[in-house]
């Protein structure tokens, strides 16, 4: 399936001179979402991973069915602030900004090992803060599930040596 004819450009969003990647055309099309997820579940039905971690907000969209699919925990990454229970916190830089993300301290155990799902990696800010949170807590970053790779930005260098597994590169 052609998944970049359902991603659209839209330029100059969130600030100037970025241009998003949207991906509810993807979301809006039953087959494309589902392409999608069978995708990642081809991917990672071996079994060696023991949670899919979902990164806020556009991650959980494909994090959850995938979980689903695998019969997986979903365990959320969410902005500092939102998550109700005791978290750890990572902060880090982002290509228009700075943010932090946190987990819930008794989400992830020693030794698990832990699938990252996110829906685009750009300079890997985000996701290598998801690896951090996941690493604090005594998991092992298993690899790294992704839509969109922009190869440009070298995120993948970020997040070495970890697997990065990518449907879509600009």
């Known amino acids: 399936m052609d998944l970049k004819s359902y991603i659209r450009?839209?330029?100059?969003?969130?600030?100037?001179e970025i241009m998003f990647k949207d991906i509810t055309p993807v979301l809006k099309e039953p087959a494309a979402l589902l392409y999608v997820i069978e995708s990642f579940a081809e991917r990672y039905a071996d079994g060696l991973i023991d949670l899919i971690v979902g990164v806020e907000?556009?991650?959980f969209l494909f994090a959850a069915p995938l979980?689903?699919?695998?019969?997986?925990?979903?365990?959320?990454?969410?902005?500092?602030?939102?998550?109700p229970a005791d978290t750890i916190s990572v902060s880090y830089a982002l290509e228009y900004g700075e943010?932090?993300?946190?987990?819930?301290?008794?989400?992830?155990?020693?030794?698990?090992?832990?699938?990252?799902?996110?829906?685009?990696?750009?300079?890997?800010?985000?996701l290598a803060?998801?690896?951090g949170l996941v690493e604090q807590a005594g998991g092992e970053v298993a690899g790294f599930a992704v839509l969109i790779e922009l190869t440009a930005?070298?995120?993948?260098?970020?997040?070495?040596?970890h697997d990065l597994f990518s449907l879509v590169q600009y």
Do not use: N
């Open 9 to 16: 450009d839209v330029p100059d969003f969130p600030v100037p």
């Open 153 to 161: 930005l070298e995120g993948r260098a970020r997040l070495a040596p």
């Open 57 to 59: 907000a556009r991650g």
């Open 99 to 126: 943010a932090s993300v946190e987990v819930h301290i008794d989400a992830i155990g020693p030794g698990q090992k832990i699938l990252i799902v996110d829906d685009l990696l750009a300079t890997g800010g985000t």
């Open 129 to 131: 803060a998801a690896a």
């Open 67 to 83: 979980a689903l699919r695998l019969g997986k925990p979903l365990i959320p990454v969410r902005k500092k602030g939102k998550l």
